[in-house]
């Protein structure tokens, strides 16, 4: 098969005949572009195609599931996507519209060997991509994408004979009742649901109702236009919503679930809107407490508390801090056998007795509501009361060109490691170490820290800061961190900020 071309113009001849696939899209874990801009509907099968010949290279039975996001192009690309893989000699089982994780799960329930899910996951529309995987309940990684890249952009595609395609049905009612058990809640609890208006609606109002939740409903209505905001709840807008929607009916937390349902973010019953590594502490006390001497991947942009909350240290937990990405995550859990990842995103990765391994919004739901169940004469602000008290910003994204981040971090952590070796500040506190996983993490001496690190899906960087004394301490520390991080004249404005 010849090279897609890296781009061509909507409404020609050329666009509708000739695969169109821009390089940028094939990133760490996923595959993500702008649609029709970056790829068209050729590209997407040309990927299907190189998909299809990967599996095959990888030695694995060709038979994949295959599912899409509620967005109105999803069905398109998985169609486009699927005729690939079938031109790849693969068996397409079609689960048919589903959230991510209901997508890993079917590799469970089918006994299928590879996953492909098209979403943009938060991305707002006009995105879409695709997260696969062929080892359960594991994602392609770097080396994946690497490949997978170079046999579509190289044209190393193979067609072979054998593809087959089946409409799967049930597998969404499998997943609910995988998630739900026969567990009840013993304790009366009203809980916001909030999705956004994206395909976790079809999902997370019947999982709490099944499990006993009192539900307050906020946009569950399906609709692929997200007429109040994109559903992504580590956005700050829809946040704020949950904390206004939390104060108005008395709730006593708040869920929010973002576009492919693998993540969840929380608000107390105070209308306190909690940064899902804050909730990722209260949740691992809890569970060390059930499952002593655990072990918790937490990624870099997460709180230090992992490692210096005094609770978790009396129950023997370990924490292990990672790359963020959610394939990078599922890896790490899996590798050292972790009981739970913990991601500031709003991934949390239940494995071993809680769960199979993979992210998954929906069943973390459940085990909040577990944990609220096991609590009963504590509400959620109380639980995040007695967390020691640290000042976080939210997750900020400055905007630096797919083609330029990666060559401009570079640089940055060059910087920063030489301002840790030659005794360097950030808000007036020295650096004792710079961590260089992934980005680097600026550690200072009294257990603050800043994190700059380049966005994995997006034409951004990613900036976090924490200061365990003050939130004018979190300000100087970003204030120092962004300054160094201007010197680059290819970063731009933040998406938001403090």
Not at 57 to 63: L, R
Not at 102 to 118: K, N
Not at 424 to 442: C, E, H, K, M, Y
Request: glycine letters at 10%; proline letters at 5%; hydrophobic letters at 40%.
């Amino acid at each position: 098969m010849s090279s897609p071309r890296p781009d061509c113009k909507p409404n020609t001849w050329e666009f509708l005949r000739d695969a169109m696939i821009a390089p940028t899209g094939f990133r760490e874990y996923d595959a993500r572009w702008k649609y029709p801009d970056d790829i068209n509907l050729p590209g997407i099968t040309a990927l299907g195609l190189g998909l299809g010949t990967q599996i095959h290279e990888a030695g694995i039975e060709p038979v994949i599931a295959v599912g899409n996001d509620y967005r109105d192009y999803s069905l398109a690309i998985k169609n486009a996507l699927t005729l690939g893989l079938m031109r790849a000699g693969v068996k397409v089982r079609d689960i048919g519209p589903a959230l991510s994780p209901m997508a890993y799960f079917s590799q469970f329930h089918l006994d299928a060997p590879a996953v492909a899910m098209v979403t943009a996951s938060h991305n707002p529309n006009g995105w879409t991509g695709v997260k696969m995987g062929f080892q359960r309940p594991l994602t392609h990684g770097p080396d994946e994408m690497s490949r997978l890249r170079d046999i579509v952009l190289g044209g190393e595609q193979v067609e072979r004979s054998g593809g087959a395609y089946e409409f799967i049905d049930g597998v969404r009612e499998a997943y609910i009742q995988d998630i739900v058990g026969d567990f009840k809640m013993t304790r009366k609890l009203r809980v916001v649901c909030a999705t956004g208006n994206g395909t976790a609606a079809a999902f997370a109002p019947e999982i709490l109702k099944r499990i006993g939740v009192d539900l307050i409903a906020r946009h569950n209505t399906l609709d692929y236009t997200f007429p109040n905001y994109n559903p992504n709840p580590e956005a700050m807008e829809m946040l704020h919503d949950l904390a206004v929607t939390v104060k108005e009916s008395g709730a006593d937390l708040a869920l929010g679930f973002d576009g492919d349902g693998d993540r969840c973010g929380v608000v107390d019953n105070e209308g306190t809107e909690i940064f899902a590594d804050k909730v990722g502490v209260i949740l691992a006390r809890d569970l060390s407490g059930i499952y002593p001497n655990a072990i918790f991947v937490a990624d870099v942009k997460s709180t230090g508390l992992f490692a210096g909350d005094p609770v978790l240290k009396a129950n023997g937990a370990r924490a292990d801090y990672w790359k963020t990405g959610h394939s990078h995550m599922k890896r790490r859990v899996h590798e050292l056998g972790a009981l739970a990842g913990f991601e500031k995103s709003g991934h949390y990765i239940m494995s071993g007795a809680l769960g199979r391994g993979y992210d998954c919004g929906m069943r973390v739901a459940v085990e909040l509501c577990k944990l609220m169940n096991r609590n009963p004469d504590k509400s959620m602000a109380d639980l995040r009361r007695a967390l020691p008290t640290t000042y976080s910003t939210p997750t900020m994204s400055p905007y630096c060109r797919d083609t330029e981040k990666y060559g401009v971090l570079k640089r940055l952590v060059a910087r920063l490691v030489d301002m840790g070796t030659s005794g360097g500040t950030l808000g007036g506190q020295p650096i004792s170490d710079v961590v260089t996983v992934n980005g680097a993490r600026v550690m200072l001496e009294n257990g603050g820290w800043g994190l700059v690190r380049a966005s994995s899906n997006t034409p951004n960087l990613v900036v976090v800061c924490e200061s365990p004394e003050s939130e004018a301490e979190m300000c100087a520390i970003f204030r120092d961190l962004d300054s160094i991080i201007r010197t680059e004249s290819a970063v731009g404005n933040y998406d938001q900020t403090i």
